[in-house]
């Protein structure tokens, strides 16, 4: 049953799923999930543990490097906006934020010729630090784990929103990205990841990678309360990306975001399951509209004024407007690459 809002972030056991007298219960939670919450936990995943651990523990060590070895991958020389960046060099809503991060995606050559979309860009290889050999295979891994993680849960949204179980998988890019982020630790609370809904992504898969008593991550509630979202063990902080909210005509809201540095610094990993970056705004808006016909979910006054730039239609492509978010995140990357798009994409407000 639909509510106006929510106060704690629903669990839900994929396990339940092989079960013919389980899975109806599966479904009814998740669909409560998928169009009251936004947010959701779900257990007994399928991921491995051991790829899990791998990638954990070589977190510490990623970004002990020195700062010589995080320049060699430094995202500034990257025009796939892929590699390393610093406490404060990443701005949302126009404040800075204090984590440092490495951003990596399926490993893909770049393909771009002058005679396509600019955004097409946005796809190429990653760089790998040559100081931590062991990186790259942990982290090719982990991606290809939960390529797999995030078909399989589609399946289950799908079936939960009665439609076809493999319905939603035309919607998939070929290149999905990941972060490994650190937070330093802080003197006071400050803004780790100002309040945003995730553009980077189809559904974002979040590994909180730091024990339970370290906080940081909370989502917005229909009625404008923050609420926190603790680690739990075994799980993985699942939520809504733009392009489903536009897909499912409002039905299922990308829920807005942040994430508060405090006195322990904190490691996280989002996997952020990609969109195809050639979907028009026309082909999410109209392709399952009868089947989402109705009103849209309820939403915050803050929330709602979240910038959110292919929810509000003003580019054609989904392409355009992830690149549109990344140059205006990353504005050294957007000069030195995107200098022909650079002042309309940073003024467009």
């Known amino acids: 049953m639909a509510s106006h809002t929510f106060s704690e972030i629903p669990i839900i056991d994929l396990s339940l799923a092989s079960s013919p007298e389980s899975r109806p219960k599966l479904l009814k939670r998740l669909h409560h999930a998928l169009v009251s919450v936004g947010f959701l936990y779900i257990s007994n995943h399928g991921a491995p543990e051991s790829v899990i651990k791998d990638l954990v523990n070589i977190l510490p060590e990623l970004f002990s490097l020195p700062e010589e070895a995080k320049e060699e991958i430094a995202l500034h020389n990257s025009p796939h906006f892929l590699g390393y960046s610093s406490a404060g060099a990443e701005t949302t809503g126009g404040k800075a934020d204090m984590r440092e991060q490495v951003e ?163 490691y996280s990993v989002p996997f952020f399951q990609g969109v195809r970056r050639n979907l028009t705004k026309k082909e999410a808006v109209e392709t399952l509209r009868e089947h989402f016909r109705g009103v849209g979910g309820v939403e915050s006054v803050e929330g709602s004024g979240i910038d959110s730039p292919f929810l509000r239609g003003r580019y054609e492509t989904w392409g355009e407007s992830q690149l549109r978010t990344k140059i205006r995140s990353h504005r050294d990357v957007g000069e030195r690459f995107y200098a022909e798009v650079f002042e309309r994409y940073v003024n467009d407000d």
């Open 104 to 266: 990596f995606a399926t490993e893909l050559e770049e393909t771009y010729t002058s005679k396509a979309p600019l955004y097409e860009r946005l796809r190429g290889p990653n760089q790998w630090p040559n100081h931590l050999s062991s990186l790259r295979p942990i982290v090719e891994t982990y991606i290809k784990e939960l390529t797999s993680l995030g078909e399989r849960f589609l399946n289950l949204v799908a079936e939960a929103l009665s439609l076809p179980h493999d319905n939603f998988h035309p919607f998939l890019s070929d290149q999905h990205r990941l972060k490994l982020v650190h937070y330093p630790a802080s003197s006071s609370t400050a803004q780790g990841v100002g309040p945003h809904k995730d553009s980077s992504g189809w559904w974002t898969f979040l590994l909180q990678a730091s024990p339970p008593h370290v906080k940081g991550l909370q989502a917005l509630n229909k009625a404008g309360e923050w609420i926190d979202i603790p680690a739990i063990p075994g799980t993985f902080v699942v939520n809504i990306g733009q392009a489903f909210e536009v897909v499912t005509n409002g039905i299922c809201k990308a829920t807005t975001h942040r994430v508060l540095s405090g006195s322990e610094e904190r």
